[in-house]
């Protein structure tokens, strides 16, 4: 893991979210919990803002980058990675998994939050009876052909989030949404707040309800 990170690696993908989010307050930041198995990679990594939870949340885009960077690699040309506003992962038009953001329950709008924890749950492959192409708008990574290390994809995901971050501390968020837009499907754009100019929901309010989870 590169500097800053510490691993845990748990037991099962599915309890990756809800157990990271019970240890974020005691484990501080870079602390990245993960699981996989046949079906299914998880993982999550505790994030100490500086700023308030209204300006805080927009960590879900190097987040959302940082995922991008290192799945988008494992992937065969044909089957083009992108991103569905805010934090669902599209390949080839299919939802393949997605991203998402937990925050103290007490936490308020305009003070700084203990802690962040980004999330990520990813769909390797199918059940052994499930017949691929029967939920229409859904798939897994090998049902397109990914090239893909769970572990290794864990360790490029901490790299490229490093990357992200350190692009927002040295050249603001502006740089981040630029290149968090070029990913979008459907094309968009973000405002200095971090809501989609195009958009006609708020980003908390996706966020608290991750669409792309309730599709999964």
């Known amino acids: 893991m590169p500097p800053g990170f510490r691993a845990f690696g748990l037991d099962r993908a599915a309890d990756v979210f809800a157990r990271a989010r019970r240890l974020a307050g005691t484990h501080g930041a870079g602390s990245l919990f993960w ?3 046949a079906e299914s990679l ?5 994030l100490e803002p500086e700023v308030p939870l209204v300006a805080a949340r927009r960590a879900i885009y190097p987040g959302m980058l940082a995922l991008f960077d290192a799945l988008a690699p494992a992937a065969p040309p044909e089957r083009p990675v992108r991103i569905g506003w805010p934090a669902a992962i599209l390949v080839d038009g299919g939802l393949a998994g997605g991203g998402r953001l937990a925050w103290p329950d007490d936490a308020a709008e305009q003070s700084v939050p203990a802690w962040l924890l980004f999330g990520v749950a990813l769909r390797l492959a199918w059940p ?8 229409r708008g859904r798939t897994a990574l ?9 572990a290794a994809l864990v360790e490029g995901f901490a790299r490229h989030l490093l990357f992200h971050t350190d692009a927002w501390a040295s050249r603001g968020f502006a740089a981040v949404a630029r290149a968090y837009a070029r990913l979008l ?10 809501e989609l100019v195009q958009g006609t ?3 908390a309010a ?11």
């Open 128 to 135: 052994e009876d499930f017949e691929p192409g029967q939920v």
């Open 35 to 37: 699981a996989a198995d």
């Open 206 to 216: 996706r966020l608290l309800s991750p669409d792309w989870l309730e599709a999964a």
């Open 201 to 203: 929901s708020a980003l």
């Open 142 to 150: 090998a049902e397109e052909g990914f090239d893909l290390v769970p």
């Open 185 to 194: 499907e459907p094309p968009g754009r973000l405002d200095a707040a971090g």
């Open 42 to 46: 998880a993982l999550a990594v505790v």
